[in-house]
């Protein structure tokens, strides 16, 4: 495996969607813990929502309409990080 993931979820906080944010972010490092180098929350306006891994986009509110559901972003990180890696019953 190379260098540890940065991964950055931009929220609105106009929106109130801190707890979102933190949410997701709470998620992944529960599944991924030290794999990770960082989950970091980026504060935002105008109804952003977007999720980064080591700067590529892998998710955009608006492009990818609404917000992903756990299972989804645990698996578009998984694919990225390492994809042979079983995530249990998320992949079932």
């Known amino acids: 495996m ?5 991964i950055v979820i931009v929220y609105c906080t106009q929106c109130q969607w801190l707890l979102r944010a933190g949410w997701m972010a709470q998620e992944l490092l529960s599944t991924f813990g030290e794999d990770l180098a960082e989950v ?26 609404g ?18 890696r079983d995530l249990g019953h998320i992949d079932r």
């Not at 190379?2 to 940065?6: T, V």
């Not at 917000?67 to 042979?84: E, G, I, S, W």
């Open 2 to 6: 190379s260098a540890r993931p940065r």
């Open 40 to 65: 970091a929350l980026q504060p935002g306006t105008g109804g952003v929502f977007r999720i980064e891994y080591d700067g590529d986009l892998i998710w955009e509110r608006k492009r990818d309409g």
């Open 67 to 84: 917000f992903p559901d756990v299972k989804t972003l645990k698996q578009l990180v998984r694919d990225r990080m390492d994809p042979a």
